[in-house]
């Protein structure tokens, strides 16, 4: 085998080449971050508006003295909602209630509710199966029937809010009983109210 | 000149063994490298994290560890053994990153939503105790990718001295390159109803950067 000088100074060339090409390398790491957000809705105890108060069981005690004159009994509770659907309503319905020892009238009793809004949500709109719009301070008992107390079409969080803090939309269901002499004495009922938030 | 080419012939032989000999005689000049490895020294790593959860009230939510081993070997020269032979130091590099992939049509997370946690530089290996660093980020607090975009520079290593810098050049000790500096922190994404119910899929990308001295 023999090598012409043309031809050598072209193995030349490819040999310094070799000897002096600069090696690559690796110098990246590459994190491919997948983050998947699932659907969520919330409902908390307005109280305790933690993960200790999800599902809350708020109770009211409405406690009568008869009198001329006297004051209504009332009592409250307030159940915030969070939800990253846009679409929502909150349903209530009444699964039981027992009012016959006390002898009480159902349009004795009145419920009012009132919604409110963290200063990063967006609140939602009243409506009910009553003749027209649910009016805060309709008569107690609502249809046995589950019916919406309330509707929204965006996700309850208006920016972000990490912590959570101001996020929500808060129901505050206030209850009261008529004072009257009609009712019977040291003898106890019971309404439950259950609200349930849905998100299709 | 002319018509007249002088021509010269070589055997194989003969040519092949002047390269070798250019070969042998010549120190192996190699400029700086560095690399970047998984924890089992695998180069070029690729990780994948996979995060799946639902808004709840709870802050932070899921995370995820990263660590990678970063080596930069300060050496220019180094003999055949790959021992410093020789050459300027390098004497300033950086580990930077750079973040993409949330391109969707107004995604709801942003990089904003996407955090470093527990920002931790362990050292490993005698060598690189020649390079101190310095980590613009607070190592116990919280950033964000969007903080990552505003200044890429994760951490700067500084080195003055001659010699081998993060030791990789040592490979004659003990052939292993146990000398690297680990970068690890945790990947963290908040719960927040703001959300979109989808998924997102942003990427980070680590580089090592000589800023200092004779980058090659």
């Known amino acids: ?200 | 000149m002319g018509n007249k080419k002088r021509k010269t012939t070589f055997k194989a032989t003969t040519f092949l063994l002047i390269a070798l000999s250019i070969v042998l005689l010549l120190p192996t000049k190699t400029c700086s490298q560095n690399s970047i490895t998984d924890s089992t020294n695998n180069l070029n790593p690729v990780f994948n994290f996979d995060f799946s959860g639902t808004p709840d009230l709870t802050n932070p939510s899921f995370t995820g560890t990263q660590a990678i081993r970063l080596r930069q070997c300060g050496c220019r020269i180094m003999d055949t053994m790959g021992a410093c032979t020789g050459g300027m130091n390098i004497t300033q590099w950086e580990l930077r990153a750079t973040v993409s992939g949330l391109t969707n049509p107004d995604p709801e997370i942003q990089y904003m939503d996407v955090t470093i946690m527990n920002l931790n530089f362990t050292l490993m290996g005698m060598s690189a105790s020649t390079f101190t660093y310095s980590a613009p980020y607070n190592a116990t607090g919280t950033f964000t990718l969007e903080d990552i975009m505003n200044n890429p520079v994760i951490a700067t290593f500084n080195g003055s001295t001659f010699g081998p810098g993060m030791g990789a050049c040592n490979r004659a000790t003990n052939g292993t390159n146990n000398q690297y500096w680990t970068y690890s922190s945790d990947l963290g994404f908040t719960h927040d109803f703001f959300f979109d119910v989808m998924t997102y899929t942003p990427s980070v990308v680590y580089t090592i950067v000589c800023t200092g001295g004779n980058c090659p």
Do not use: C
């Open chain 1, 1 to 200: 085998m023999k090598i012409s000088l043309k031809n050598f100074n072209l193995h030349l060339a490819v040999l310094i080449m070799v000897l002096f090409i600069k090696p690559v390398y690796s110098q990246t790491a590459t994190y491919n971050i997948t983050i998947t957000v699932m659907s969520s809705s919330v409902i908390t105890d307005a109280a305790n508006d933690a993960l200790a108060g999800k599902n809350p069981l708020i109770n009211n005690a409405l406690n009568i003295d008869p009198d001329i004159g006297g004051v209504n009994a009332t009592d409250s509770g307030g159940f915030r909602i969070r939800t990253n659907e846009n679409s929502w309503m909150v349903l209530l319905s009444v699964p039981g209630n027992d009012l016959t020892p006390p002898n009480a009238m159902a349009n004795q009793f009145t419920l009012t509710w009132t919604q409110t809004a963290g200063s990063n949500a967006m609140a939602g709109t009243f409506s009910g199966p009553f003749p027209g719009p649910l009016m805060p301070g309709a008569a107690f008992p609502p249809p046995a029937s589950m019916f919406t107390l309330a509707s929204g079409a965006s996700m309850t969080s208006s920016a972000r809010d990490n912590t959570n803090t101001n996020n929500y939309v808060q129901f505050d269901q206030s209850t009261e009983l008529l004072s009257d002499f009609f009712y019977d004495v040291s003898s106890t009922g019971f309404v439950d109210l259950q609200y349930d938030l849905q998100a299709p």
